[in-house]
């Protein structure tokens, strides 16, 4: 048997997030999509056996990955590592590709291991985008004013208590997060967001998010979000950004591996 880690990118659009929501041994006819169940069917046509895959972590539905990590540990070792990739694109639907596959070690979890896990989001700034851009962007009617955002963003620093941005139906045991970058930069006329953390509450990113622009559009200061922060409660943040201006845009395994 060969542990595999594979890197995968996916456009959400059209997926109910990655979690498999039935089991292997379930009726399949009324079976959502997901992406993690779409690689598992992928997996049984090529190996001819199910398999689990666990991912880093979990995205809902419309959200995208760039770089989703995943491992899933195959009964064969005289696979070439290359010929995974090759074998479940020929399988996999044009909205999930695989764009590498490695072996690690028997104990190596992508879940487990991973020691951080970067998140990028996109917003189209007052003009309208092209039709070919409006599943991977949040459209909003303004410019804001990146310094002031960025102002707001230093004290998403450290490990936190990110409360205020955990979602109703969390199930974190802990709300303490270490965030280790976030910042705010224009690309043309889409201003992007990029946080990266040791790992995140359910809709934290996008709740992260929704209160920042709209904290922006109120001309609000740094010391306003500071208060939202320490205040703990999921009330007094904004909006939760919609799902598809957010990619998971990298998993790292080679840092410090904090508490969830």
Known sequence: MTNILLTISYDGTDFCGWQRQDKPTENKTNVVRTVQGVIENALNKMLKVHVDLQGSGR????????????NFVSPYDNIPEENYVRALNGFLPNDIR???????????????????RTYRYFIHTVTVPEAKDTRYVWCIPFKPDVDLLNGMCKCLNGELDCATFRAAGDQSVSTHRYIDSAHFWYEGGTLVFEIEANAFLWKMVRSITGTLINLARENK????????????????????????????????????????
């Open 59 to 70: 995205t809902d539905s419309g959200v995208h990955a760039k770089a989703q990590a995943a």
């Open 98 to 116: 695989i764009m590498d596959a490695k072996k690690v070690p028997d104990n190596f979890s992508s879940r487990f291991n991973a020691t951080s």
């Open 221 to 260: 200061t740094a010391d306003d979000f500071k208060k939202i922060v320490e205040s703990h409660d999921r009330s007094n943040a904004g909006v939760t950004a919609p799902p598809q201006g957010l990619f998971l845009y990298q998993v790292k395994f080679d840092g410090i591996r904090r508490h969830v």
